[in-house]
């Protein structure tokens, strides 16, 4: 499954690709807090081979229970003058497409889980800060099949364009295809975005929550 636009098209990211992607990650998220133990590091050759390895795993585990789409996306720009394209956004959409069980939904992939982390003390203190955000989640989805958007990241050269635009819509339509909602913590930057494609802040969340949570219902689902 692809989309097109201008002259984007959004498409499933291949591994070949995840260095690149993994490049868009680590300067797009190196700011956050605690992003330098989540990502490893400062952009590098060989921090972006080690986090693609990682993603890769969390793919990897996710699509041997639920298959229906490999969670990392790709933008990819062609240059209407040289043909030459450029992966220039990315994203990663984790959708669950049936209602899990207790002991699966308390288990997070294993993105989040962070175990490459060595220092088991500053893993803890990563953990626990994102822990809140678990727990909305948690209780917002819990006992239905969602989407979950993460990591939407775009070359800032590229940016306004469309292409984050592009990414987050190729998810909103696969939800849509199988009627469930869709969910994701946003930053401040991403925010406007999302409610421009009808997604919609979660109000109860509390002011503990750096990043709101929001969610998105299709149009062909009630909102509950």
């Known amino acids: 499954m692809s989309s097109t636009q201008k002259n984007f098209r959004v498409e499933p990211a291949r591994e070949e690709d ?11 998220f190196g700011p956050f807090p605690n992003f330098d133990v989540i990502g490893g590091g400062p952009d590098s050759e060989e921090n972006r081979r080690l986090n693609a390895e990682r993603h890769l795993r969390g793919y990897k585990e996710h ?16 240059d209407p003058e040289t043909g030459e394209e450029k ?24 993105i989040l889980r962070l175990e490459w982390v060595d220092d088991l003390v500053k893993r803890k203190v990563v953990l626990d800060a994102m822990e809140p955000e678990f727990a909305t989640r948690r209780k917002l989805m ?32 696969r939800c849509e295809e199988l009627g469930i909602p869709a969910y994701l913590e946003a930053s401040e930057e991403g925010m406007k975005t999302y409610k421009t494609l009808g997604w919609e ?24």
């Open 18 to 28: 995840m260095p690149r992607c993994m490049q868009l990650v680590l300067n797009a």
């Open 63 to 78: 699509l041997e229970k639920y298959p229906s789409v490999s969670p990392g996306v790709k933008c990819v720009f062609t």
């Open 201 to 224: 802040v979660y109000e109860g969340h509390g002011e503990e929550l750096t990043f709101p949570p929001m969610i998105w219902w299709p149009p062909n689902v009630t909102k509950e």
């Open 142 to 173: 819990k006992g239905r099949p969602f989407g979950l958007l993460c990591f939407m990241c775009v070359d800032p050269e590229y940016r306004r364009r469309g292409a984050a635009t592009a990414c987050v819509k190729y998810g909103m339509d």
């Open 87 to 110: 992966i220039i956004g990315f994203a990663e959409w984790f959708i669950w497409d049936r209602e899990r069980t207790e002991e699966e939904y308390m288990v997070e992939n294993y």
